[in-house]
Structures are given as C-alpha cells and as structure tokens.
C-alpha cells in the first residue's frame, strides 16, 4: 500500500521529467530490456551490433551510459537511473544525433514510473525468476511489472523456453510477438539462424538470440549481424575472465538461484582441477533464496567461501549460516581458513569479501577456477553505513600480486 503511495509521486516525477525536457525520445528509435538475469548483457550486445552496423547509438545500462562513444556512470547500485537522469539521457543521445538507444529496465523503474514517457519501439524480455519478491510480493506481481516494458512498446521480444513465456504471451494478445529459444519452435532459433560467438555459456546464447531478434526486426542484414556477434566481448563484470595462468579467476554479477544455475555449469567445464566459488547474499533483500544459493554452489563447487555482498544493517554472519543451511551434501565439511586441504569438499566463512577473495586466490592451485560472484562491475559496497567504494578487480590484482602474479 505504500509502495502504491509513493508510486504516485514517482509518476508526477516521471510527467514533469519528461515535459521539462521536451520529450526527447521523439524521433529516436528506443530498445528497452528487461529480465531478470542477463539485461546488461543482452543490451550490450544489440548495442554492440548496432555500432557495428555503423549507426550512432547509445546505451543506458548498469554498467554506464555510452553516448557517441562517451561514458557516463549511472552511480552505485543503479540499473535505471531516475526519470530526470533517463530523460537527460535521451536529451544528450538526441543533441548528439543518435538514431538508436538501448535502455536497460528494471521492474523497480518499471512500477515507479523511472521510464514514463519513454517512447520504446521494441521490448525485450530475457527471463522472469523468483527475484526482488520482497518489493513485488508475489511472482505473478513481479511478471506483470515486467510485462509492462513489453505492452508500451510496438513490438515484443520474448524467451520461448522461460516459465514465464505463457502467462507473458497471454498479457499481449494484441501486440507483435517474437519469441526466440533453442528449439525450431520459436520463431528465432539455433537452427534457423547460427552464428559464432566469442564469449562462453549456454545462457550467452538465450542473450545472443534476444539481440538477433532485435537487429533482425530493425532490417539489419544477417552478414553484419554474424560480423558482430562474432567480435562481441561482454562488458565488464559480466563472466569476465580476469586472469587465466595456471589458475583462473572470474568475475560474474550472479546474484540468483537462476544466474547460479547459468554461471557455475559453465564455470565446471572451464575448471581442469577444483571450483572454489566467493558469494554472499545481499542483506534486507529475498531471503527466501539464500539457500537456494547455497545448495546450488554445492552441486558444481568444491570449496565454497560464503562472505559479504552488501548485507546493508544485516549480520553477514547472519546471512551466511542462511546460505549454509542449503548445502545438504554430506561430502561438504565446514571448516576454518586453516584447514583447507588439497582433496575433499569444503564450507568456509569469511564476514569480509576482501578477506575472502584474498584467501581464494592464495590457495588456487594449478588447473582451478575461482569464481566471485555477486558484485560483477559495481563500484560500492554496502555494510549498513551506506555506500564504501569497492572493486572487485582491484581486490583480485591485490591478492595476484600478494602471490607475485600481478
């Protein structure tokens, strides 16, 4: 009731935001991306085939803004910037003469009215999971949120082999879908169209897809399209192999039961020895999934360091004996930073990521991976005393160089 309230304001906010600044979008051609897991990823990669199809284009993601090649940070913790910082956006994009922009939405921008007025062509949908149910309440709130994105826009793109595909599908009877999956039943598919891709895992692919179905509704030919897709490297944060010796380090923004079930497969198969995964779980945020996260780092790692991921004004220690109650393999010994061994299965708590990081790579051995999950590209931390600058590459070049890799 109280959200509803306040969303109000937010849509007086929204108005008055895109009145001032004159409705900038108009004469643009606009892309919005929502999901729960692969968004940036999936923008940057029509951004990406769009700047290499030789279109002035920009981008509005969680990792920056890029308009005619110049950054922009969108600040700690944002996906959708305000409705003010969305229109200034699109009034820069427009004063630059760009043709195309790709905005990443979150369900929170979509309920609080951050992209009101924004004149989207083509929605994108990559997938609905139990996420932010803390806000919404209840997934089918959640999926109608999201399905919002999808009915402003003229035509919708939507992931076929996702759970939400029939009660999205049934929400726009009356707009242009386009579905996109693996199997010859969605209208784009690996079989109607291949192509080769650079970056690794199964899920990149589902995001490959929603991009081609974009690029492909706006008449870009299937030669540039390949082109691009062939020479697209993910942004920063995003399955980014950071170092790759004897052992590996990877960085990933997975934050969800879904993204573990995307990264971690695709991180065993990298791995040649052990797995050893650094998560955590964000404080005053669904708590129902912490388990959930644990028990699926158990079934691919082999040492799993649970620690800090912005647990806000909650006990990390608190959060972390939740994530542990979902390992249920008995293979799994909990045990302190000290008695690590070389074989066997192991639970480590460490309350400070850097602590954690620290102690990964100082026991990564010949032929391991260890992946960080949980904070990808972001630039802040928070521990309940607001936001305290963090970078997840400057800690792993901190622990390399304590090794003499750096």
């Known amino acids: ?39 940036t990823t999936t923008a940057s990669i029509i951004y990406h085939i769009l700047k290499t199809a030789g279109y002035k284009t920009a981008l509005v993601s969680s990792v920056s ?24 956006y699109l009034k820069k994009a427009k004063k630059a003469g760009v043709k195309f922009v790709v905005l990443e939405v979150t369900s929170h921008a979509l309920d609080q009215h951050r992209v009101y007025g924004v004149p989207f062509k083509i929605g994108v949908l990559t997938n609905i999971s139990n996420e932010h149910l803390d806000y919404h309440k209840t997934y ?22 996702d759970r939400s595909y029939k009660f999205i599908k049934s929400l726009l009877k009356h707009h242009k879908v386009i579905s996109y999956g693996f199997k010859k039943d969605a209208d784009l598919n690996l079989h109607n169209f291949q192509f080769r891709t650079k970056v690794f895992g199964q899920f990149n692919q589902y995001n490959i897809l929603a991009a081609i179905a974009v690029a492909r509704e706006l008449r870009l030919s299937d030669e540039v399209i390949r082109k691009a897709v062939a020479s697209y490297m993910t942004p920063e944060g995003r399955e980014e192999i950071v170092y790759n010796k004897d052992f590996a380090v990877i960085i990933d923004f997975a934050h969800t039961p879904n993204s573990f079930l995307h990264i971690l497969p695709e991180a065993r198969k990298f791995t040649k020895n052990r797995l050893i995964h650094v998560f955590g779980a964000a404080g005053k945020r669904d708590a129902f999934k912490r388990p959930q996260m644990g028990k699926l780092s158990s079934d691919f790692a ?47 708590k460490i309350p400070d990521r850097r602590e954690a990081i620290q102690f990964a790579i100082s026991n990564a051995k010949k032929g391991d991976v260890v992946l960080l999950t949980g904070k990808g590209h972001e630039k802040s931390m928070n521990y309940g005393k607001g936001e305290e600058l963090w970078s997840e590459h400057e ?3 901190e622990a390399l160089k304590e090794r003499n890799l750096g």
């Open 302 to 348: 082999d040492i799993v360091v649970v620690t800090a991921e912005d647990p806000r004004n909650e006990l990390v220690e608190k959060i972390n004996d939740e994530i542990v109650k979902g390992i249920t393999n008995k293979k799994f010994e909990i045990v302190s930073e000290s008695k690590i061994k070389e074989k066997g299965k192991f639970v480590v």
């Open 1 to 39: 009731m109280w959200q509803s309230i306040k969303n109000i304001y937010h849509l007086f906010q929204g108005v008055a935001a895109v009145t001032l600044s004159g409705f900038p979008g108009r004469g643009m051609t606009i892309i919005g991306v929502t999901g729960t897991d692969g968004k």
């Open 395 to 397: 800690v792993v070049k």
């Open 65 to 88: 803004a890029i308009i005619d090649g110049k950054n922009y940070d969108t600040g700690f913790h944002v996906t959708t910037p305000n409705s003010f910082a969305v229109q200034s």
């Open 140 to 161: 089918e709130r959640y999926a109608k949120t999201k399905a919002k994105l999808l009915k402003s826009a003229h035509v919708a793109i939507i992931n076929k082999e």
